[in-house]
């Protein structure tokens, strides 16, 4: 099994930066495709962001490509997103995930894609 603990996010203003943390923990000698996701109110979970262990291969959404950056550390027991020149329409709820059943990953991938999820945290925007 897979526990995935974040931390990070807050409110600031445009332009701002914040940094996102995800600390992975259990079975952390495999390799796994993990993401970050968010959620607005009233809005479906949406992938910004997803990094893949069998070859460090990143991906983004065009929404946020250019200003985010997803990373991870510590023989890969870390996950971060960084988050440059935030926007308003940047506020929500941001999670964590992990694949721990594919083998391969490739592109942008969904929420159903993904078998464990951090606890969430809130990002705020205001102009």
């Known amino acids: 099994t897979v526990q995935l603990d974040q931390s990070g996010g807050g409110s600031v203003q445009t332009g701002d930066s914040l940094r996102l943390s995800c600390s992975v923990s259990g079975n952390t000698y495999k390799r796994y495709c993990m993401g970050w996701f968010r959620q607005a109110p009233g809005k479906e979970r949406e992938g910004v962001a997803a990094i893949y262990n069998q070859d460090g291969s990143t991906f983004y959404s065009n929404s946020v490509k250019g200003r985010f950056t997803i990373s991870q550390r510590n023989a890969n027991t870390t996950l971060y997103l960084q988050m440059n020149d935030l926007k308003p329409e940047d506020t929500a709820m941001y999670y964590c995930?992990?694949?721990?059943?594919?083998?391969?990953?490739?592109?942008?991938?969904?929420?159903?894609?993904?078998?464990?999820w951090g606890q969430g945290t809130q990002v705020t925007v205001s102009s």
């Open positions: 995930a992990a694949d721990s059943q594919s083998a391969w990953c490739s592109g942008m991938r969904v929420a159903d894609d993904y078998d464990y």
